[in-house]
């Protein structure tokens, strides 16, 4: 049996199952293809197991499967869809949600690297043979429950040592950083969600990431994948959907709320973004929680 397949028995084991010893591991699994939806990453490592998914983060596509690994580095939008699936084969993912000072503490304790260029906040490649067989030892506590407490903090720590240490490493090491270039974008992306419904404009996120206008625009959209506004956009359109179906407001009501002026463009860009207008995708989102799983 390989290492994968191994990996794969013990997420098919507890999928569905709450781990509240391990609550930053998920499992994913999901038995059909998807249409593509609207969502909002924040730094996780993402592991295939089996089946195929599809990932558009602003003019990139990505599409990854078994024994391969997605990075995402900061709070990112994206469009996600899982495109291979079925009952007898299910979607199977592994997420860790990444906690930066773990890495902080491994990067004290190896020889210093250079700061990398700043590129884009996620990244697809191979997992290769110790970063799998970290993955299986870390997923394999879930068997052994009583362990979690005790082994748990150091299996997540040689699980990002291998990240650090393959073609993910730049993109991790950016993650820890307090003052990396990664970071000054993340303090403008944190602004912008936490002011998502004011008029805000380039030079005031520039100012609060600490960058001239230009530099901060182009070291924005490498990140992200889109611009400042369209990110702000974005969150508007992902905060307005959680209000549709938490709430049952009107729609215009919430487009109002969220920093639209114009109740037609607010139901025009949301069913750009999530394929249907925003009643409609919030009644179809409550008969979904209602049905369960």
Not at 30 to 49: H, M
Request: glycine share 6%.
């Amino acid at each position: 049996m390989t290492v994968l397949n191994d990996i794969r028995a013990i997420a098919l084991r507890y999928a569905g199952a709450p781990n509240p010893a391990m609550p930053r591991l998920h499992i994913y699994c999901i038995d059909n293809p998807t249409d593509a939806a609207g969502l909002i990453y924040e730094p996780v490592v993402c592991l295939v197991l089996q089946g195929r998914k599809r990932t558009m983060i602003g003019n990139s596509v990505l599409e990854y499967g078994p024994s391969e690994c997605m990075v995402v580095a900061a709070e990112l939008t994206a469009m996600g869809q899982v495109c291979e699936a079925s009952t007898d084969e299910p979607y199977l993912a592994f997420n860790l949600y990444i906690d930066p000072a773990v890495i902080s503490t491994i990067l004290l304790d190896m020889n210093r690297f250079a700061e990398p260029a700043i590129g884009s906040g996620f990244g697809v490649a191979k997992a290769g043979p110790d970063l799998l067989d970290a993955w299986r030892r870390l997923a394999g506590l879930l068997d052994r429950p009583d362990e979690i407490p005790i082994l748990a903090a150091n299996l997540e720590r040689e699980l990002m040592y291998r990240l650090l240490m393959g073609p993910h490493g730049p993109l991790i090491r950016q993650i820890a950083g307090a003052d990396t270039r990664l970071s000054h974008i993340r303090r403008a992306m944190a602004f912008v969600r936490q002011n998502y419904a004011e008029h805000l404009s380039i030079d005031a996120m520039a100012r609060v990431a600490g960058m001239s206008v230009s530099v901060f625009h182009r070291r924005f959209k490498a990140v992200t994948g889109v611009s400042p506004l369209q990110y702000q956009k974005h969150i508007r359109l992902h905060e307005a959907r959680r209000h549709l179906v938490t709430q049952q407001a009107e729609a215009a009501i919430v487009g109002y709320a969220v920093g639209y002026e114009s109740a037609s463009q607010f139901s025009r860009e949301y069913k750009k973004l999530f394929g249907a207008p925003p009643r409609r995708d919030a009644n179809l989102l409550q008969s979904l929680a209602e049905a369960g799983p």
